[in-house]
């Protein structure tokens, strides 16, 4: 069974910055995909940025520019640089990765930006 971890959530003031974490309980190596998705309040679930096998990325235009997505192979783990934060980038952040036709899902870490 695959787990994904995330961490790095919490409270910040607009303008700031926070960094995401996403453990994975098997090699990066092994996911096609990997992404992170969020949910507002009253929202549907979207995707924030995803980072394809070869290293290729891909962001929402809401986030171009003050997100960035990466991953570290030795430690498994997924990130997301988040800077210049605004209180619409408040929400529940998921991790996401895809094995072949298989997808997983993380718990989610709350982001609040608010002063």
């Known amino acids: 069974q695959v787990q994904l971890v995330e961490s790095g959530g919490g409270l910040v003031q607009p303008g700031g910055s926070l960094r995401l974490s996403c453990a994975a309980s098997?090699?990066?190596?092994?996911?096609?995909?990997m992404a992170w998705y969020r949910q507002a309040p009253g929202k549907e679930r979207e995707l924030v940025a995803n980072?394809?096998?070869?290293?290729?990325?891909n962001y929402a235009d809401s986030v171009k520019g003050r997100f960035t997505i990466s991953r570290d192979n030795a430690k498994s783990t997924l990130y997301l640089q988040m800077n210049s934060l605004r209180p619409e980038d408040t929400a529940v952040y998921y991790c996401?990765?895809?094995?072949?036709?298989?997808?997983?899902w993380g718990q989610g870490t709350q982001v609040t930006v608010s002063s």
């Open positions: 098997k090699s990066i190596f092994s996911f096609n995909v």
């Open positions: 996401n990765g895809r094995i072949v036709s298989t997808t997983y």
């Open positions: 980072l394809i096998g070869g290293g290729n990325t």
